[in-house]
């Protein structure tokens, strides 16, 4: 019952656990800390109104990842399970990597991108665990699945971890390179996740 060696063994499956321990390091780091840069970003704006408080965009922003997670799945289907999860994380690591560097732009466009980044983090959310169940070794499922909530949500953990610590090792979040920094370091990790797909193939 409690024997997971034949998924650790299973390198098609570990290669979709590893790639949705990537996604949840990028998800739980970026719904950690989007209030807190929504919030430096408006300071830089005083001129500027917002159409809601922070926290209700925020919210807002977080609902565009619903349907994309959904319909991201859809895609998957028609387009190849790892061709989809790799052209979204590459997406998803490309918004990352500049969309700290935004925080002086207008703030319609960050809200924007933000948008467009939150469907992209959960793009490929549901393809990934759809294919962590597909590529379970027979009679393994369930197993499966355990050792993928277990070890994946080590990246829920160290997300918003690394995200901080890049923040305080880069002048504390207190100027926009600094956030762009520790977005930047988030692009560098989902970009593995690709990477460890191509591995498990």
Known sequence: ???FRPVLRSKQAMGFVLAYTV???ELFAYRAWTVAFLVYAAA???DEALPASVAMLAAMIN??????????????LHLGRHRWITMVMITSALLAAGIGFTADW????????MCLYSMTVAGESASV??????????????ATMAVHSSIAFSGAFLGPLAFGIVLDQTGGGIDTSS???????LGAVVITGPLLLRWSR
């Open 1 to 3: 019952l409690l024997d």
């Open 129 to 142: 665990t759809a294919g962590a169940v597909e590529s379970a070794p027979q009679g393994y499922r369930g």
């Open 44 to 46: 830089r704006h005083p």
């Open 23 to 25: 996604h949840n390091f």
């Open 63 to 76: 609902l565009f990842g619903v349907p994309a997670s959904i319909l991201g799945n859809e895609c998957a």
């Open 106 to 113: 207008p703030l319609w466009v960050v809200v924007v991108l």
């Open 179 to 185: 956030w762009g920094m520790a977005f930047l370091m």
